[in-house]
């Protein structure tokens, strides 16, 4: 199905991008990752290179957030390829409590995750409905579904994908061109490693309670998902039941979500107690 197909990935050069451009190459399209750093993506394309397919593997730096750079470089691909699909992986995520976050990490987390995903499509969706077909990927969350203590600036702004992503669906479809939204758990990847050292531990608390996948896993899940042109995939057992209770019984959630942050915090209060105790 991917012989002769291009896909662009944003974020490829890293987690689930990457373990996505590795997967594709191995069954035979041509891959084009884009992220910002150069280093980064050389190493990527030296593994997706070492993979053996029939495809070709090109890379490209630019900034998701910038609508002038990934117009250029779409551009530029569509002189020499069709982009088939697109993948819009490229996200970031800084976890903490509201009452510790400063402003600035709103405006950030909007402009990298909704309106990085905003740019990409708008930039090549004149040549998809041109062609009366192709794919978009959208890369969401579980967070996207459910508001999670931590993630206020995180959820916020993947919320705002999921309703994009499934506006632009209802639009595009018409038009011959597929739109999927993509909600993994937590993945296994540099960018969880990365949030793990920040995250508040009641926020871990809540998600260790939804597992954690791999990253290959996730990205298996994903080209599944394209084959069979699915409008919405949450990969893994946990990942579907959580979605499944957050749409059919959100008290409950709740509930669950709020008996964990009191656990961490009664935990918490004790220790404080023992130590005052110790002290004195
Ligand atoms: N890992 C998880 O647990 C998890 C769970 C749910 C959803 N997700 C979502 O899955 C997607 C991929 O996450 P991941 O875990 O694979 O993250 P990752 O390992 O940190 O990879 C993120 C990729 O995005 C690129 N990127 C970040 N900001 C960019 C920008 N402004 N412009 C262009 N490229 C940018 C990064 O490269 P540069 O920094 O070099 O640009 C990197 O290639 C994200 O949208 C994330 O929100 C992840």
């Known amino acids: 199905m991917f012989t002769n197909k291009t896909v662009l990935i944003t974020g490829g050069s890293s987690g689930i991008g990457l373990a996505l451009?590795?997967?594709l190459r191995q069954r035979n399209a041509s891959v084009i990752v884009l992220s910002r750093s150069g280093s980064k993506l050389k190493a990527a394309c030296l593994k997706i290179?070492?993979?053996p397919g029939s495809g070709s593997v090109m890379s490209y730096r630019a900034d998701v957030r910038s609508f002038l750079q990934i117009r250029q470089v779409v551009r530029t691909i569509e002189k020499t390829h069709q982009l088939d699909c697109i993948i819009n992986s490229a996200g970031m995520v800084q976890p903490a409590r509201f009452k510790d976050q400063n402003l600035s990490a709103f405006k950030r987390a909007m402009n990298?995750?909704?309106q990085g995903t905003v740019n990409v499509c708008k930039a090549v969706a004149p040549f998809m409905l041109n062609r009366k077909g192709g794919m978009i990927v959208n890369i969401g969350s579980l967070a996207g579904f459910i508001g999670v203590y931590g993630y206020t600036a995180y959820s916020a702004s993947k919320f705002a994908v999921h309703g994009f992503t499934q506006a632009l669906r209802a639009e595009m479809k018409p038009?011959?061109?597929h739109v999927m939204l993509v909600a993994p758990p937590d993945t296994d990847t540099p960018m969880l490693h990365r949030e793990r050292t920040l995250m508040p531990p009641e926020t871990a608390a809540i998600n260790d309670s939804a597992g954690m996948l791999s990253a290959e896993h996730v990205a298996l899940q994903i080209i599944h998902g394209i084959k069979k042109k699915r409008k919405l995939v949450v990969?893994?057992?946990?990942g579907k039941f959580a979605y499944l209770a957050s749409r059919f019984i959100p008290g409950i959630v709740d509930l669950v979500m709020d008996g964990k942050i009191a656990s961490v915090r009664g935990k918490r209060k004790n220790q404080h107690k023992n130590a005052a105790n110790h002290t004195a």
């Not at 990969?235 to 946990?238: K, Q």
């Open 112 to 114: 990298a995750n909704f």
């Open 235 to 238: 990969p893994g057992f946990e």
């Open 21 to 23: 451009a590795c997967q």
């Open 175 to 177: 038009h011959g061109v």
């Open 49 to 51: 290179d070492a993979i």
